[in-house]
């Protein structure tokens, strides 16, 4: 992908794709943006979805560097097909920011770089889920993306 | 897949994987479905669709079969995979039973085998999105599976 | 109590406590009331329930009568104490009119009857659920009522 | 009721029945609660209140204890009869947390302990009612129950 640079109001932000090497720094974003959730995933799933985000299949990882080269931001993406579209669908399952970050170019930067990503990938829509009540999440999402009128269902299987 | 019967206040339906021979009356339940939500998606991306739930890959087209023979519903599966799970997800696209057939045994033959085959194929949940008005579905929809308190965005590429 | 007796486009309503002799003319509108839950509570709960109504204790049933006598809507109460108020709460359980009788009095004298019978019962409130969805009750809802912002969250137990 | 211990990130938290001793120690979580919701019910009422939760009868008061004996959470229960249910229903009036104890243990261990309670005399659910826009809330509720697609209605009586 084309790296994706952003500067706002502090640092220079860009974002590039997640690599082996990020691990101990990519760790503590995936344990706070779990931790929002209030789950716990532990070490062997944790560790198995790294793996799978850095292979370049169906799930991608992106992430947010500042310029000091501290990783600040998480994003990841799951292609996947759709019975509305020949062109794949683009679930962003996941985005986080680092709290000391936010207000800054980070989540922009990552959203950039997910639309250009997606694209790329052949995909006709980005879409994500979140918590209805999470005012400080879609006040940002109400200007990257649009909100749908749709609600998700879900049944867990044994 | 196994078979999945159910009957209800009228006919026994079962239901079971579409066929390539279904083409013909899989097609006005499908455009039954779409014009639900006042689209229309043409003939040729329509056959690609079809042409991709028959085939046994991430797509899956299940149908609910009344007594007689006719198609009285449609499901249709993407599988993918989640972040969050060493297991897939599933995604239920699509659900449509015909007008005349609500009521009885369809919509709930139609979830017994979308569970069942979710898990045969290794999902470990199964999602949906329905519009939050969408009172007729989410009636039946509260009797099957779990409200969440997650919306939708989306971003639709150029 | 005291009857409560409303007219409106179509015949005069009156509501009354429940009887032991209703059972026959009740069934159907609880039928169709639970139905609409897409429940079947079964003739063993049912009946139950109806006795624990006519009993005169936490649960209280009250029924609308249509002028040549026969029942055309339920609403029944359930008596409880509040940690915000010395006073009672009166929680409508469940509210039915039978389809061919809405849009008269029949929904209004229930609430009227309702509110009567909650107070001499010592209640300072009497509030309900209903679906977030369910545009045709609402309606009626805002204008007897208040919406609040509260939803309902659930735990079922083994 | 058996004590429910739990430990998370901090302290060791027990949750136990509310004791007419606790007055004292009650009092201000009992005020924190109601001043969320910008309430203030007044000496003589609180202490109504605190006197049946103490009593054994349909209300039932539960505090979390902390390691060193500190009260840091408080929950309220009502039990109340059911047309749905031969079995009781369980409804948790108020759920309060003190602000520097929470994140650790405190709310889930309350939550354990109320569904055991609840169980124990009888009851086949528990609900609970929340401000829609009470992120904070529901994103523990989320974890510890269902969201329901209902609503509340009031009408508060003269």
Same mark, same amino acid.
Do not use: K
């Given at each position: 992908?084309?790296?994706?640079?952003?500067?706002?109001?502090?640092?220079?932000?860009?974002?590039?794709?997640?690599?082996?090497?990020?691990?101990?720094?990519?760790?503590?974003?995936? %344990?706070?943006?779990?931790?929002?959730?209030?789950?716990?995933?532990?070490?062997?799933?944790?560790?198995?979805?790294?793996? %799978?985000?850095?292979?370049?299949?169906?799930?991608?990882?992106?992430?947010?560097?500042?310029?000091?080269?501290?990783?600040?931001?998480?994003?990841?993406?799951?292609?996947?097909?759709?019975?509305?579209?020949?062109?794949?669908?683009?679930?962003?399952?996941?985005?986080?920011?680092?709290?000391?970050?936010?207000?800054?170019?980070?989540?922009?930067?990552?959203?950039?770089?997910?639309?250009?990503?997606? %694209?790329?990938?052949?995909?006709? %829509?980005?879409?994500?889920?979140? +918590? +209805?009540?999470?005012?400080?999440?879609?006040?940002?999402?109400?200007?990257?993306? +649009?909100?749908?009128?749709?609600?998700?269902?879900?049944?867990?299987?044994?």
């Amino acid at each position: 992908m084309p790296e994706v640079e952003r500067s706002g109001s502090g640092a220079v932000v860009t974002v590039r794709p997640l690599r082996t090497e990020d691990l101990e720094a990519w760790r503590p974003l995936w %344990r706070g943006y779990t931790s929002f959730y209030r789950a716990d995933l532990g070490d062997e799933l944790s560790e198995d979805t790294f793996g %799978r985000l850095c292979e370049g299949g169906d799930l991608i990882g992106l992430v947010a560097v500042e310029d000091g080269g501290g990783l600040v931001g998480i994003a990841h993406l799951v292609m996947h097909a759709s019975t509305w579209s020949t062109a794949s669908s683009c679930y962003l399952n996941d985005l986080y920011v680092d709290p000391e970050s936010r207000g800054g170019a980070a989540a922009r930067a990552l959203f950039d770089a997910v639309y250009a990503e997606a %694209r790329s990938r052949g995909a006709d %829509r980005v879409y994500w889920h979140t +918590q +209805q009540f999470n005012g400080a999440a879609r006040s940002l999402y109400d200007t990257v993306g +649009q909100l749908t009128s749709f609600i998700v269902y879900e049944r867990e299987l044994d």
